[in-house]
């Protein structure tokens, strides 16, 4: 079995290049079928959610390709089917953005229900308000759904929840739409506005981006053109916090600062020192940490995938701190793992309450999503002894080569193919 092993690392220090935004990349991708010609992005991340839409274009007949500098050609000229293979669609959670992006020019797309990062269920009820009110009708199967439009229209949305998935998947489906539309209540994620920010450049008609309220006016036609995704602000936040946890000197470059103003406040309050520059923040901690409290929200409130990881920091912080999750209240899957690792922390629905100052030991944990596995991957630097953490390819999905980036900041970190006894005890690698 495939694990990531972490040999207690109790300072780092060190510079970490960050990556393109996995959940930006994500939208982008699907937003260049959009266009009437080739598309070229930078940043695109080489995650194993990459992997999987190249395999999902190839079979409906998108051009998609990586090329030796990183960059990624996307051609949607040659589409000659808009149903996406149930298993691998479902597979990750934003294959819905391919329904916004396709359904103005083919009338006719069809998906696996949303999957991914396996910590709650996540609702698709405000996409489907969006497009029904679009003029979009929805049919439902055992693994897949259809949306059918004979022509979508214009229409005012209003979103009864802040959702950044719903904002983006329904600015890509009135971006071709007759008409306008006006998206109220939206979400103002760094996310919204760089797929905005690219679809204005290929022609479309946007206006109202990271703010409540976003209008745009459907266009006929899109040309090619090229962008670069903005930086991976929760990778980049997942790092400073390292250098709380473990005490030490963390640099992470090729930032938007203003995009972690949440993190970076939360970071000052406990006693993290950090220094902005503009492109590159670096956090100093001598280990010594207060206790505080986070409530998740929406941007630009503290970040539903950053919880996790301040968690783990805050096991090691002075006194007891609370963790409210009022985005997803079921996020928690890490705490078990924690508490195995010797962690005191006490659950009340979508609360956590962290008792500081655990000694936490090595054992063998389970990552069940992507950040859940960065925690343990923090909670490993301090752990004594030798902590093995499973389910990596959750953290893959999100993390190109999550060991050459720890092992930038000093962390002894390595991935190894161990086999485990029937009393969950490591017997060794497998040769």
Do not use: W
């Amino acid at each position: 079995m495939k694990a990531i092993r972490v040999d207690y690392s109790p300072s780092v220090n060190g510079v970490v290049q960050i990556p393109g935004s996995k959940n930006s990349s994500l939208a982008l991708l699907a937003a260049a079928c959009l266009s009437d010609e080739t598309i070229t992005f930078q940043g695109i991340p080489n995650i194993a959610d990459f992997r999987v839409i190249s395999e999902m274009g190839k079979e409906v007949g998108l051009n998609m390709k990586r090329e030796r500098n990183g960059e990624v050609s996307i051609d949607p000229r040659s589409i000659f089917s808009t149903s996406f293979d149930p298993k691998k669609s479902s597979s990750f959670r934003t294959a819905y953005y391919f329904i916004g992006a396709l359904l103005a020019k083919y009338g006719k797309v069809s998906v696996g229900y949303p999957g991914g990062d396996d910590f709650v269920s996540r609702p698709i009820d405000q996409h489907i308000k969006a497009f029904e009110m679009m003029g979009a009708t929805f049919t439902y199967h055992q693994d897949y759904y259809e949306v059918e439009a004979k022509e979508l229209h214009g229409a005012t949305v209003y979103f009864d929840t802040i959702t950044s998935g719903a904002t983006i998947n329904a600015m890509l489906a009135a971006v071709r739409a007759k008409g306008e539309t006006v998206l109220l209540n939206a979400a103002r994620d760094p996310e919204v506005i760089d797929t905005a920010i690219f679809l204005n450049k290929i022609g479309a008609d946007i206006s109202g981006a990271g703010t409540d309220t976003i209008r745009i006016t459907g266009v006929t036609q899109l040309q090619g053109g090229s962008h670069r995704v903005i930086p991976d602000r929760l990778i980049a936040g997942s790092f400073l916090i390292a250098a709380g946890v473990a005490g030490g000197n963390v640099t992470v470059t090729d930032v938007i600062p203003e995009h972690l103003g949440s993190c970076i406040a939360k970071l000052e309050e406990v006693g993290v020192e950090i220094d902005v520059q503009d492109n590159a923040i670096t956090a100093r901690s001598t280990g010594k940490l207060a206790a505080s409290r986070i409530r998740t929200g929406m941007y630009p409130s503290f970040p539903t995938d950053l919880q996790q990881p301040m968690t783990t920091l805050f096991t090691q912080a002075e006194g007891k701190s609370i963790v409210a999750e009022k985005i997803y209240p079921n996020r928690f899957k890490h705490v078990g793992q924690l508490r195995k690792m010797g962690a005191d922390i006490r659950m009340r629905t979508g609360v956590a309450f962290v008792k500081g100052k655990s000694s936490l030991q090595g054992s063998i944990v389970m990552a069940s999503d992507i950040r859940a596995g960065i925690s343990l991957i923090l909670a490993g630097m301090v752990a004594k002894g030798t902590t093995y953490i499973t389910g990596v390819e959750h953290i893959e999905r999100g993390y190109e080569d999550v060991i050459r980036a720890f092992h930038s900041i000093g962390v002894q970190i390595k991935k190894e193919d161990i086999q485990f006894g029937l009393d969950n005890q490591v017997l060794g690698e497998v040769k």
